[in-house]
């Protein structure tokens, strides 16, 4: 298995702030993910971060308000910029085990809340 | 398009089995998985299956995948009330790793 660290676990923000979560890993990794789980609902796939490549988004979430950055096998952080209370929801990162088990385990999210 | 469904809400005594069922659309799907969601808390990988396997048990949990049907099963046995919990279905498809996730089935275990 994998063991994900996430940080902030939580925060509480203003609107139009902007809040970087940071997720770090403790085996090198090909492929991490960033999921999006809104209050009482299910998870939402934001992009997939591979090293050494740029972020790949998924339909309805751009560059621009979600910026990603993969320095290395282990790291990786998601800014949630511009925050409006809509972006109140939990973020999770992911990761696949290298190989070709199918395994793929999360991180234990960061609780954002916009004010 | 891809899309996983479950049913919201389940409830069982202490002691029964539970079983909690996940339909899905895409058939290329590779992978399927449980995942258990504790309130306030993460994302835990409680089994998958490869989408060439009709069955797979570890110790409470069964898994059963009739792929014809597209129908993905969780039954966990004896089931405590420590059980109690969100559980989410999630497919794989063969483009990547994206899983996409059911809305959640909450698990209510009574004494």
């Known amino acids: 298995s994998a063991v994900i660290s996430q940080k902030p676990s939580r925060d509480i923000c203003q609107r139009g702030t902007s809040l970087t979560i940071q997720c770090q890993v403790d085996s090198q990794v090909t492929m991490m993910f960033w999921y999006r789980q809104q209050p009482g609902q299910s998870l939402t796939l934001i992009a997939t971060?591979?090293?050494?490549?740029?972020?790949?988004?998924e339909s309805g979430f751009v560059i621009d308000k979600f910026p990603i950055s993969r320095p290395n096998l282990t790291f990786s952080t998601l800014t949630v910029s511009n925050m409006s209370p809509e972006d109140s929801s939990i973020y999770l990162c992911?990761?696949?085990?290298?190989?070709?088990?199918?395994?793929?385990?999360f991180g234990p999210g960061t609780r954002l809340t916009v004010l | 398009g891809e899309d996983v469904e479950q049913s919201l809400f389940l409830s069982v005594r202490e002691g029964d089995s539970s079983v909690i069922n996940c339909t899905y659309t895409?058939?290329?799907?590779?992978?399927l998985y449980w995942y258990k969601q504790e309130p306030g808390a993460g994302l835990q990988l409680l089994t998958y299956i490869f989408s060439n396997m009709d069955m797979k048990q570890d110790q409470r949990l069964t898994v059963l995948l009739n792929k014809k049907d597209k129908h993905l099963s969780l039954r966990i046995a004896d089931t405590q009330t420590g059980d109690s919990a969100i559980y989410f279905c999630a497919q794989r498809g063969n483009q990547g790793g994206k899983l996409i996730f059911g809305q959640g089935t909450e698990l209510s275990v009574k004494p």
């Open positions: 895409d058939s290329s799907s590779t992978y």
């Open positions: 992911s990761v696949d085990l290298e190989g070709a088990s199918g395994e793929q385990f």
């Open positions: 971060a591979n090293q050494g490549s740029e972020a790949t988004y």
